[in-house]
């Protein structure tokens, strides 16, 4: 069964620096997506950033961006400029499924992400 | 694009009382559906999924239920509630594609 881990509870970062959350995967498919959500104290879940398996080329949007090793089943965030008001829990998550109504979306622990000012 | 409700909000229920959470998703048609649960240091643990009307697919076995009667709506149920069913829960669609998820606002229960 594919399995999402995430091995930071929690991080810190300062206002303006930058910083890397990790996630690693299991999975036998070859064709899937990742994808990372932000979830703030408000509790909805927000799609930051998505990676279909295929593309070589790393995800980017603005100041989110991800370092996807495919070979390596790693699959992190990286957070630059960091800002008030990006403190909120991130959640990594794997699409499972090769057809459609076999999708299935697997979500690792999370890790909470305090923003210093 | 793509718009899920969900209600209510909050509850508070007794100990072997029903229970019914209710999703509708806007924007759509034919969305894979979702209920997750959100437990405290556990992320989020799929708890049952449907690819249409009626087809219902189950990842935990446990105390609760779920239905599709219609091809936007989406219900959680309990016939009797225990302390463990307790937590967040959360409704979620794609639109088939299976290239992004959204998610309703949740559904906080408190089983007392």
């Known amino acids: 069964a594919q399995t999402v881990t995430q091995s930071q509870p929690e991080m810190s970062v300062q206002e303006a620096e930058t910083v890397t959350l990790s996630c690693t995967y299991d999975?036998?498919?070859?064709?899937?997506?990742l994808f990372w959500y932000k979830q703030p104290p408000s509790r909805q879940m927000i799609l930051v950033i998505r990676?279909?398996?295929?593309?070589?080329q790393n995800a980017t949007e603005n100041r989110f961006s991800v370092n996807f090793q495919k070979a390596a089943k790693s699959f992190s965030l990286k957070i630059s400029d960091s800002q008030l008001g990006d403190a909120a829990m991130y959640f990594c998550a794997y699409r499972s499924g090769r057809f459609p109504g076999t999708y299935k979306y697997i979500f690792g622990t999370g890790t909470r992400l305090k923003v210093l000012a | 694009s793509q718009t899920i409700h969900q209600w209510p909000a909050t509850l508070v229920q007794p100990v072997g009382s029903p229970l019914s959470l209710e999703c509708t998703v806007e924007g759509t048609s034919n969305p894979n559906l979702y209920w997750y649960r959100q437990a405290a240091g556990r992320g989020l643990q799929l708890l049952f999924y449907s690819v249409g009307i009626g087809q219902i697919s189950s990842e935990v076995p446990q105390n609760l239920s779920a239905s599709r009667p219609q091809d936007r709506q989406f219900i959680l149920s309990s016939k009797k509630l225990l302390l463990s069913d307790s937590g967040f829960y959360l409704c979620a669609g794609d639109r088939g594609s299976g290239n992004t998820i959204y998610f309703g606002e949740g559904s906080w229960l408190t089983v007392v």
């Open positions: 999975t036998s498919e070859s064709d899937y997506y």
């Open positions: 990676q279909e398996a295929y593309k070589q």
